[in-house]
């Protein structure tokens, strides 16, 4: 076994340790939130950014981040994308950005009447600078991670690096979702998303970060497991993060990952040659009976209950009127004030109160690209063209980047139901802008 497969296992290990730590002294997770971002500073300094270490600690961070937050580590709500923004920062003082990222530069500009208009129309007793992070810190979490991604030069190895470094803070995660709620039969009893299941913490959010964990340990079983040992490994963390995601009862992150996986498997066999394809098409059909298997052990674990609720019906069996868990009725309320302010839009922050007095619901946009309509009407559209434009033309010229259309999918699904709640979504997409170069063509390792 190569020195860098005991390292990943080392590192699992130790951050499965770390998992069981924090749920016996939970006062350790404020102490490893401090470690990551004070040690995430000292490692780009000292590194001088050289191979982009800015990245690998960004990954890091995006994948502890709802970790941290279930466990009371987090000492700033945004934590994980104001971390991820100081990086990206760091990153771009010692390595610099492509001139030709003023697409992004011109996305961020496009946010800054929404925040002036923001600033003259919000109620009174409303704390603007919340409302203004709240909604924004996404946004520009994923305009600054863009320029720093865009079209930079960084080789397959190193993408695989970042894919580690995505997956070695989740097996913590994992661990402690285990130990707060050791028996999923115990605690499920309907078939609305589950608190108990998900640590404590909301079921979306963490259905977001588990469906990314399958997929991120999928790439690791395909790409980068080489011993026989490698390859179970990763085959049973991808199980683990499968079952985990789906009995939170919170579908987005499941279905999402599901695609991805599709994508990234679809876009292999594409660019194979004839023996790859025939591997691929053994991983399609192993995957295909491995998830069978995951989903019948979770329907027995939540007795049937997982089934009705992905058909959309009550415990009961009944059909539920919302098709969407009530979102529906945000995103009507959203669409409205892009009708009604079809320019500059409400202004940053404002529709959650305009919402409340036209229909008294109190509630966050959970889809994005709804928010952008009615927040910054034209202007917002504007850049959610560019967001998902720009990615599907890089990846016609750089197929190299094998990861960049499941890496845009994730954030395009994530959006739409979680909105940026996450630094996830922002900094996943970024990294369907670089630049891929091989030395070998990537290939599917079996032995």
């Known amino acids: 076994m190569k020195k860098e497969e005991l390292s990943y296992i080392y590192l699992l290990l130790f951050h499965a340790l770390l998992g069981i730590a924090i749920f016996v002294l939970p006062f350790i997770s404020k102490l490893y939130t401090l470690v990551i971002f004070v040690f995430g500073i000292y490692y780009i300094i000292r590194t001088k950014n050289r191979n982009n270490e800015a990245l690998l600690i960004s990954a890091y961070v995006v994948s502890a981040e709802v970790f941290l937050r279930m466990t009371g580590g987090g000492f700033l709500n945004e934590y994980g994308k104001y ?109 609305q998303s589950n608190f108990e299941t998900s640590g404590g913490f909301g079921p979306n959010q963490v259905s977001t970060i588990l469906g990314l964990g399958a997929f991120i340990f999928f790439v690791q079983l395909v790409l980068n497991s080489r011993s026989r040992l490698m390859q179970l490994i990763n085959a049973g963390l991808v199980v683990v993060f499968a079952f985990r995601g789906i009995v939170t009862f919170s579908r987005g992150g499941i279905l999402t990952a599901v695609l991805m996986i599709f994508i990234f498997l679809a876009v292999l066999y594409y660019q194979a040659n004839y023996a790859v394809k025939f591997k691929i098409g053994i991983i399609i059909m192993s995957s295909f009976v491995a998830g069978l298997g995951v989903w019948g052990y979770s329907s027995m674990q939540t007795g049937g209950l997982i089934n009705k609720r992905y058909a959309n019906q009550d415990a009961r069996g009944r059909e539920k009127k919302s098709q969407l868990t009530g979102r529906e009725t945000l995103i009507a309320s959203e669409m409205q004030m892009f009708w009604d302010n079809p320019i500059l839009g409400v202004g940053v922050g404002r529709n959650k109160e305009i919402r409340e007095k036209k229909t008294g619901i109190v509630s966050a946009s959970h889809n994005e690209i709804t928010r952008m309509l009615a927040e910054h009407g034209s202007l917002g559209l504007i850049d959610l063209i560019i967001l998902f434009c720009t990615p599907i033309f890089l990846f016609m010229f750089n197929r190299q980047n094998i990861l960049a259309l499941s890496f845009l999918v994730f954030w395009l699904l994530t959006i739409n139901h979680a909105a940026m709640r996450l630094a996830a979504p922002a900094f996943v997409y970024a990294l369907s802008l670089l630049k891929v170069y091989t030395v070998e063509e990537p290939a599917v390792h079996r032995e």
């Not at 930079?152 to 995660?173: D, E, Q």
């Open 83 to 191: 971390s991820v923004l100081v990086f990206m920062f760091m990153g771009m003082i010692y390595s610099g950005f492509s001139k030709n990222a003023f697409l992004y530069w011109l996305f961020l500009g496009l946010l800054i009447p929404g925040i002036v208009l923001a600033t003259l129309t919000l109620d009174l007793d409303t704390d603007v600078r919340k409302a203004i992070a709240f909604n924004l810190s996404g946004p520009v979490c994923l305009g600054f991670s863009a320029i720093y991604c865009y079209q930079r030069k960084i080789s397959f190895t190193r993408l695989l690096g970042i894919i580690t470094a995505f997956a070695i803070p989740l097996a913590a995660l994992a661990v402690y979702l285990f130990l707060y709620t050791p028996s999923v039969k115990a605690v499920v009893t309907g078939t």
